[in-house]
């Protein structure tokens, strides 16, 4: 894999953080056993997770038109027929996110 140091770790748990890598968006998302990456866009009609979403523990929901994901694995829970998120690969190392982009 092909890691990129993206950040500082410094951030709330449990709260979106939007970035660009490439000229593209994502969030990235820390939790208890380290952190999650996502394009920045809901997989139904492509808002800004990170204006639109919000978060529980296990919980993404697109408050555009009510799609929730599961935190983790990105997959469609309910709501509006749509494709799931892809999760991209990240860590937290040395007190930065690192994500590998395809
Ligand atoms: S754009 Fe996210 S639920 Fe429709």
Redesign the pocket.
Known sequence: MNWRQVCSAEFPKFEMKAIELDDKPYILIRHDEGCLCYFDR??????K?SE??SLTDKIL???????EFDLTSGQRLS??Q?GNLSPIPCKVEGGDIWVSLP
């Not at 809901?42 to 808002?47: A, T």
Request: charged share 5%; with cysteine; glycine share 16%.
């Open positions: 809901c997989s139904h009609q492509d808002v997770l639109f979403g929901v697109c408050f555009a038109h009510g799609v709501g509006p749509c």
